[in-house]
């Protein structure tokens, strides 16, 4: 049995084989399954955590995530609080009251060793490798938007008194979490850093974007908005691969997972992360060719996702505790989150392309396909950012890919 | 001895009678002045607190603050967390570390009854009864530039890490505070409110502001932002009442006082409610007749800030600790600041015409010179709010106002 020494103290990680032992002694746990007949997996392959897969000789199962003291894609020189578990908990608990047919059951935090117990998604997968395999999901672009509205609108001050939502924002700050994304979307892409990797034939087109002075100073702004713009709590890394999907009689279904790093924000980065990560699938679709019928699917992501985002904020904008915010300011608020978003979306989609923590959509292309589909992604996000103020809306998001999509094919 | 209590515990109010004990019975303060020689007068005319100012026979001085558990202006009925002096001195402590040339000398807070102690400007003024006399200061203008320019530099996440940004967000949270501006400022003046109250000559110039739903948009995201944009730890209440001036030899100087309504929010902020307090003594001088070196000086007013503002935060730019930030970056944060700051500024000049806390400026101008000034700072405010983003800046302020005086007065 491992034990991780901590900033505040030592707590032991979970293993397969001491799982069933540990939630033998849980109570709330012991419930859910019976710890006598499980089976356990590790399969955590994302960048920070534990995850064990637990399933009981009569099919129940449960999820335990356990934080690392460290950045698990990196290892142990680079240390980060555990305490994160407790940020997904805080999310986790109000996604449960406001979307709970969008996230995992949730089943309790153990603050001592950092364990966070959830639903065990059988039969979901992660929507990203759906995505890669050309899979249509109907649907799940406006459950996303479903999702990122009631999470926004029901801990923003549309919902809770201000002194409370003063409060939560004070309690809920994530720095440690918030760094991550501040150097790895915001700083490091655009500055020579060792983090950065990229093909040689891209050298070009990086060397494009950090010599352009306004795209510099739209992303200070984005990372200056990141950092000071506190809307409400936002899921905080709301790519694909935090959201698992399945269909059943051609409708997807889909539950937001892996919320560590909640805190308060802006809402349009959350929107601007699914938005930025579609483009990546569009990318890997455009250079594989896929059939008309994906491809259409997947253009019309971002304008599915924000429609539905629109229309659950106008659906509870009724219900706002403070009634003298008028019409006209949701329009223009609404108008503000739909700039965050194809600003944020770029620079989401960027650091996927240059900076650290690449994406399998474009990573595992052919190289030429890969090389195009970059380009495209680079362009589309750069002018996303550039000419968000004049777009006028996620809707134009597409057009732009198009023409990029058309002057990189073109060259080949 | 009257005992006030609180949510949290009673507390001892001083009175002129007691405080030459209460500062006896205090190391520190007891140095500063003999409590034996001390003559006391109670002098709070703000809004809020008792203020003392004392005086020992060798002529030394101190001021004592003291937070009551209600607003003052309104009384027991209107309850007030004295917590507030904390706002205060967290707001005084760093002003001392980086421009003590323009505050105060802070002696300590004493936190159980919510006393404050500084420095007794004797000989200084409060700046607005000086405007209200037609009183020239050079300079000042300048002073309060560079006053926001370097509060904001050292508190944001230009000067500190951005861990350290977080925690300081968190600690300084000041919902109360913020909630007597967030419906003061940004909310009553604009719907039917007891708090409200104007002669009834301006009733169609109220209900004008009202029923223009643009305005009403703009001033919801202005209010918007002062609740989430935590850009740096702001004055609150920057008005031409929480400054103190004198001059020698022609050259004004400034003390900046009252900071308790401080908390992480927009810089423009402090520079609006300046601006938007210049409004109202230029609304003055322009139907009293003033001078022109007064009123020119007066008109100049909000550029001389401003260009204050941008040279210390220029001069500043090149310490900041994240030098990824690019020039670029600063001169677009800067066009924002200025568009906030026209914005603010129309916001805290229209409440002081319509709603709580009125000022003197306007209120103590003859019949018909309070219509035709009062007409011309909502109209002129009117403006700045809704074409905040297309006037290019403070210097376009004087323009806005030259020409609602002249349709004014060529009215009358």
């Known amino acids: 049995m491992t034990a991780m020494s901590t900033m505040a103290s030592e707590y032991e990680l979970l293993t397969p084989e001491t799982v069933a032992s540990y939630i033998a002694s849980n109570p709330t746990l012991a419930e859910l399954v019976d710890a006598s007949t499980l089976e356990v997996a590790e399969v955590g392959d994302g960048n920070l955590n534990l995850v064990f897969l637990c399933q009981d000789a009569d099919g129940r199962g449960i999820c335990l995530k356990q934080a690392l003291p460290y950045v698990r ?21 109000v996604a449960a009251a406001v979307v709970p047919h969008l996230v995992p059951a949730y089943y309790g935090t153990d603050e001592d060793r950092y364990v966070l117990a959830m639903e065990n998604l059988f039969g979901w997968e992660i ?4 995505l890669n395999r050309g899979e249509i999901h109907r649907g799940v672009g406006a459950l996303l938007g479903e999702y990122v509205a009631n999470l926004a609108f029901s801990t923003s001050l549309f919902a809770l008194d201000q002194m409370e939502v003063k409060q939560q924002t004070a309690q809920a700050i994530n720095p440690e979490l918030c760094r991550i994304t501040e150097e790895l979307v915001f700083t490091e892409p655009y500055i020579e850093h060792d983090n950065n990797s990229f093909v040689d034939e891209l050298a070009p087109e990086v060397a494009a974007l950090r010599s352009d002075a306004c795209l510099r100073s739209e992303v200070g702004l984005l990372k200056h908005r990141f950092m000071t713009a506190a809307e409400a709590l936002i899921h905080g890394d709301l790519h694909t691969g935090s959201v698992m999907v399945r269909s059943t009689d051609g409708r997807g279904d889909a539950r937001v997972i892996d919320p ?8 349009g980065f959350d929107l601007g992360a699914l938005i930025g990560n579609y483009l990546l699938a569009r990318g890997r679709a455009a250079v594989l060719y896929r059939g008309a019928e994906y491809c259409e699917w997947v253009a019309g992501l971002a304008e599915e996702t924000w429609n539905a985002f629109e229309a659950n904020m106008r659906r509870l904008w009724p219900t706002r505790v403070d009634q003298t915010w008028t019409d006209g300011f949701l329009d223009a608020w609404l108008q503000q989150v739909a700039r965050d978003a194809l600003g944020f979306g770029g620079c989401k989609a960027i650091r996927r392309i240059i900076g650290l923590a690449k994406v399998s959509d474009i990573e595992t292309l052919p190289p030429d396909e890969h090389l195009r589909a970059a380009t495209m992604v680079l362009r589309t996000a750069n002018t996303w950012i550039k000419e968000r103020q004049q777009l006028g809306g996620v809707s134009a998001a597409n057009e732009v890919f198009l023409e990029v999509e058309a002057a990189v094919m073109q060259n080949d």
């Open 73 to 93: 894609l990196v290892g142990e020189s680079w240390p980060l609080t555990p305490q994160r578990v407790l940020a997904e908990s805080r999310s986790l608990s």
């Open 127 to 130: 929507w990203r490798s759906k």
């Open 260 to 267: 560590e790093f909640c805190y308060y924000g802006p809402v």
